[in-house]
């Protein structure tokens, strides 16, 4: 698109914005189904038989140009999306506390931290499981901060492609997006959480997935006979019900997109509720004994693992790492929150806080009624949580009872991730680095939700799936990569950044000055141990079935990418608009007429 042409002044509005909405106002007029004299009422505001968010669209339309004619300049999240060279397509329901709400869904802890306790239970037992969470909680803070402050200057839902792309040079900007973006889109559809087991590691593919192996472990708190389980789980079994927890997961993210600010909502006081049940049964019956704080906060056993003890420590890690591997994802909500260049930064940093919090209140007690840790590693679901749960309480049925709650909140997980991966994607696309990006590119008026886009990755991922039948060791390895595309993509633009002397975030909403710096060098020594962390098997020694190939699924993915830019996308990639002075100009009328907000 062109730059923004000179304002008229008769009115404050620029040219093209009066065609935005001209164009936009015309779009409305051809989703209503009356005929022409309906759409006559409707130009004169008279018609009441209009679709509901035509109405909003058309009222947010009016509303914007009537801030426009007031203000003299740009004010609006949409009109500095614009200024970027984008048509704003998807409308900004959510608030700052609703926005805070889906980034903790993408998170679900504490779902993510009972799916994932088998890492710290071979690592070392408790003060891997407490101290390791404590941990990675601080460094990924430190993450978000840092993806926060470029976040602020750069609000939209390519996210951190996109950021990567403005941040660095144009002699290599092209390729080095190219990657990131790649990665991103990988890692959203591969992770959508964290594994679930120690079988696999990423987003939306794994935390369906992960709530499917979940789920059957739950079933098996009840025994046919001492330590055999009602549910046999043939692979069978499990790929249809990973199946129907897909399905269901786009249909309510397809379907029921004005809702979900709500469900996260409720999310949000179903967790904490949840939460509440399982810290108090558990150390209120505690059939078998509580240990004392010294164990607690201090046993370190490696034995498990068999790595060295510093090694050892580090894989437990992993734990804490696949639970907070979505800190970025919602970046990709941008176009759909009223003020994004401060909200998803707030957000995304206030989330982490409340997460390690939610975290430690729900291990702590967890650890107070831990089982033999021996007796754990040996587990062939590789899903300790519904053993210490039982062995606490002492009943399948209140067991599982207290066990809805987390089955549920991996629900609302897979449907945030399912609306957060079909938003990347589809940016991804409307910059025509996606093959058929026509496609994949368009939103669609109903729903208001990138359909095609959606169904798109949810045939990948049905596709991925079907792995499992085949061998364990590669579906571990396809799905374990997402979580290591997600960490390269978030250190993307923290390095670029740093490399250009963080020079443009001196601009943005979120700055954190000499912090900021201290923030990013963390971030990146952080992704610098991640990324070979990820890769390494659980314990030693190890069989070829349970080898963790993730680093050559990762090198066939970088392999691959990179070969494909030089293909098929040095001839159709361009990346996004470059609309500099224009942003720069949106940006800081934007700053200044926040600053007069608040005044």
């Not at 006559?40 to 109405?55: K, Q």
């Not at 608030?95 to 889906?102: I, K, P």
């Not at 696999?200 to 001492?226: D, K, R, W």
């Not at 907070?324 to 994004?340: A, D, R």
Request: proline share 5%; net charge neutral; aromatic share 12%.
């Amino acid at each position: 698109m062109a730059s923004p042409l000179p304002s008229n002044p008769a009115n404050g509005i620029t040219q093209s914005e009066a065609f935005f909405i001209e164009d936009h106002l015309h779009r409305l007029h051809h989703e209503t189904v009356g005929n022409e004299k309906e759409l006559h009422r409707r130009s004169i505001g008279n018609d009441t038989n209009l679709y509901r968010r035509s109405i909003g669209k058309e009222r947010e339309l009016s509303l914007s140009a009537k801030r426009l004619g007031e203000n003299g300049g740009h004010n609006s999240a949409d009109d500095l999306l614009e200024a970027m060279g984008y048509t704003a397509e998807l409308v900004r329901s959510r608030s700052t506390l609703q926005v805070a709400f889906m980034s903790f869904v993408l998170a679900s802890i504490p779902y993510g931290l009972a799916t994932t306790l088998y890492y710290p239970i071979a690592g070392g037992g408790p003060a891997n499981i407490i101290w390791g969470w404590l941990t990675v909680s601080l460094i990924i803070l430190c993450v978000a901060a840092s993806l926060g402050e470029i976040t602020s200057v750069f609000p939209t839902s390519g996210g951190v492609y996109y950021q990567t792309f403005m941040l660095a040079a144009p002699r290599y900007r092209l390729i080095v997006s190219w990657i990131c973006g790649w990665a991103f889109v990988v890692g959203n559809m591969y992770v959508i959480l964290d594994a679930g087991s120690e079988l696999f590691g990423a987003i939306t593919l794994a935390v369906n997935f992960g709530t499917t192996l979940f789920f059957a472990a739950c079933i098996n708190v009840f025994e046919s006979e001492p330590e055999v389980g009602i549910f046999a789980a043939e692979p069978y079994q499990i790929y249809l019900i990973f199946f129907a927890i897909t399905l269901l997961c786009n249909a309510v993210a397809a379907l029921g997109n004005k809702w979900l600010p709500y469900l996260d909502t409720f999310a949000i006081f179903w967790t904490f509720a949840g939460l509440i049940c399982i810290v108090v049964c558990v150390l209120a019956i505690a059939k078998n004994g509580r240990h004392d704080a010294a164990y607690v906060f201090g046993e370190f056993d490696p034995s498990n693992s068999g790595w060295p003890a510093g090694w050892s420590f580090c894989v437990g890690l992993l734990h804490a790492a696949y639970a907070t591997s979505s800190t970025g994802m919602i970046i990709s909500m941008c176009e759909e929150v009223q003020q994004p260049a401060t909200q998803v930064p707030k957000a995304m940093v206030g989330t982490i806080v409340l997460n390690t919090i939610a975290g430690l209140v729900f291990l702590i007690p967890l650890v107070f009624v831990l089982p033999n840790q021996t007796e754990l590693f040996n587990l062939v679901s590789a899903q300790p949580t519904p053993v210490i749960i039982k062995s606490a309480i002492g009943s399948s049925g209140g067991t599982i009872a207290l066990l809805i709650p987390l089955l549920v909140l991996g629900l609302f997980c897979g449907i945030g991730c399912t609306t957060a991966t079909s938003r990347c994607t589809w940016a991804f696309a409307r910059d025509g680095a996606i093959p058929g990006s026509k496609w994949w590119k368009q939103v669609n008026p109903k729903l208001d939700v990138p359909f095609n886009a959606m169904m798109m990755t949810m045939v990948v991922e049905l596709a991925l799936g079907l792995i499992y039948f085949g061998s364990s060791a590669a579906f571990n390895a396809f799905s374990g990569v997402g979580v290591i595309c997600l960490t390269m993509s978030y250190a993307c633009p923290i390095l670029v950044n740093v490399i250009t002397g963080r020079r443009q975030v001196a601009e943005g909403n979120f700055y954190l000055g000499k912090l900021g710096w201290f923030c990013n060098i963390v971030s990146l020594c952080w992704s610098a141990l991640a990324l070979p962390l990820f890769c390494m098997p659980t314990y030693v020694p190890i069989v070829p079935e349970y080898m963790n190939y993730a680093s050559v699924v990762f090198f066939a993915f970088f392999v691959v990418a990179t070969g494909w830019y030089f293909v098929w996308g040095k001839k159709n990639y361009r990346g996004p608009p470059t609309h500099t002075d224009a942003v720069l100009e949106a940006r800081r009328a934007s700053l200044a007429i926040g600053h007069q907000q608040k005044l």
